[in-house]
């Protein structure tokens, strides 16, 4: 009888450790348009910057530290990567090529996600946490409970990018959104729009 009674106030300890572990669900904020600050940390690097996804595979970055790629700006398509600093077009810096890859990591992954409503990961503490893996390696994305990205950790790479201020455009993401041309700059206020 102690036995069983010992097994009965133990028995929402366990299932409260348990918790944490179990799947959880929550609706999915990054299945359109939206611009998120990020900051990439490496080893022996760490790099600022806004990321816009304008749509399912259309996504620009404009780079605020460190100052020699203050104000470059990458342009993604499922096509191509296109660089450009103040309306001028040039090839991707050597000190970008590793964020860029990094990114694209990220952008194949919500573009993934987005074919869902709602994120399927494990509770953490105000947290769910989503693991997988790109054809580069495992990753494990870590969103707020309202569906906002927080972490994306790419182990095999040793990198972590870290999101804050995440806002949703107005414009809704559709396949045939567009990025501006940087040639010349757009305004900074318009980071995509939307083509009818």
Same mark, same amino acid.
Request: negative net charge.
């Given at each position: 009888?102690?036995?069983?009674?010992?097994?009965?106030?133990?028995?929402?300890?366990?299932?409260?450790?348990?918790?944490?572990?179990?799947?959880?669900?929550?609706?999915?904020?990054?299945?359109?348009?939206?611009?998120?600050?990020?900051?990439?940390?490496?080893?022996?690097?760490?790099?600022?910057?806004?990321?816009?996804?304008?749509?399912?595979?259309?996504?620009?970055?404009?780079?605020?530290?460190?100052?020699?790629?203050? #104000? !470059?700006?990458?342009? $993604?398509?499922?096509?191509?990567?296109?660089?450009?600093?103040?309306?001028? &077009?040039?090839?991707? @810096?050597?000190?970008?090529?590793?964020?860029?890859?990094?990114?694209?990591?990220?952008?194949?992954?919500?573009?993934?996600?987005?074919?869902?409503?709602?994120?399927?990961?494990?509770?953490?503490?105000?947290?769910?946490?989503?693991?997988?893996?790109?054809?580069?390696?495992?990753?494990?994305?870590?969103?707020?409970?309202?569906?906002?990205?927080?972490?994306?950790?790419?182990?095999?790479? #040793? !990198?972590?990018?870290? $999101?804050?201020?995440?806002?949703?455009?107005?414009?809704?993401?559709?396949? &045939?959104?567009?990025? @501006?041309?940087?040639?010349?700059?757009?305004?900074?206020?318009?980071?995509?729009?939307?083509?009818?």
């Amino acid at each position: 009888m102690k036995r069983t009674m010992a097994m009965l106030c133990c028995m929402p300890l366990l299932l409260a450790a348990g918790c944490e572990t179990l799947p959880k669900q929550t609706a999915n904020r990054m299945t359109g348009s939206f611009t998120v600050g990020v900051t990439v940390t490496s080893a022996d690097s760490e790099i600022k910057g806004e990321l816009t996804r304008c749509g399912m595979d259309v996504w620009s970055v404009v780079f605020t530290d460190p100052p020699a790629l203050s #104000g !470059v700006q990458l342009d $993604f398509t499922a096509e191509e990567v296109r660089a450009s600093y103040k309306g001028l &077009e040039f090839s991707v @810096p050597q000190s970008a090529q590793a964020i860029r890859t990094e990114l694209c990591m990220f952008m194949d992954v919500v573009d993934d996600l987005a074919q869902t409503p709602e994120l399927d990961g494990k509770a953490g503490e105000g947290v769910i946490v989503l693991e997988g893996e790109t054809d580069s390696g495992m990753y494990t994305l870590t969103c707020a409970e309202d569906g906002t990205p927080v972490t994306f950790a790419l182990p095999s790479y #040793g !990198v972590t990018v870290t $999101f804050e201020g995440f806002t949703e455009q107005n414009a809704p993401a559709t396949e &045939e959104t567009t990025i @501006p041309t940087a040639y010349p700059a757009p305004p900074e206020e318009t980071a995509c729009e939307s083509s009818t």
